[in-house]
């Protein structure tokens, strides 16, 4: 009974400070992280927007995009196919293993890619996200066989 009461004075203890951060739980809401290729952009700060397309040819249009060192993108993704695609961005490395976890029914784990849209065909998506770090990283749709069909780009940033 005592440990009862100890537990029941630490919950109430604790609720304030709970209660100002509904979302905790929630990846999404959290901080943003700092990745080799850059962190999640304020949508209020963009200081550029760039238009792509992805069709089911399994193409980005276009597919080679330059970024200045700290420019704030943000991405607007239009599907013009039947099928859904989405942006993941990432360097090389992440995205080839990610693209081999799809391959074989892995769920991927969506916490560890903060870069990602998912857009329905015939609807725009959307990614904001500032360039910090300079180098050559990579973009890719994920969904299964999209990366091996060659549906992928690169963003060179200095
Ligand atoms: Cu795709």
Request: charged letters at 20%; glycine letters at 8%.
């Amino acid at each position: 009974m005592k440990r009862l009461l100890v537990s029941l004075a630490l919950a109430a203890a604790f609720a304030p400070a709970h209660a100002d951060q509904p979302h905790k739980a929630h990846a999404h809401a959290a901080k943003p992280v700092q990745t080799a290729y850059g962190i999640a952009g304020d949508p209020a700060k963009v200081t550029r927007t760039i238009r792509l397309d992805m069709t089911d040819d399994m193409r980005f249009t276009p597919s080679a995009l330059d970024v200045k060192l700290g420019e704030i993108v943000r991405f607007v993704l239009a599907n013009k196919g039947v099928q859904m695609h989405e942006m993941v961005l990432g360097t090389k490395d992440e995205l080839a293993q990610h693209a081999a976890m799809m391959r074989q029914g892995t769920p991927m784990d969506h916490h560890a890619l903060p870069a990602m849209a998912h857009v329905m065909p015939g609807k725009n998506g959307e990614i904001v996200w500032q360039f910090n770090r300079a180098g050559t990283f990579d973009f890719a749709c994920l969904v299964p066989g999209h990366y091996e069909a060659g549906m992928k780009g690169t963003i060179s940033v200095k």
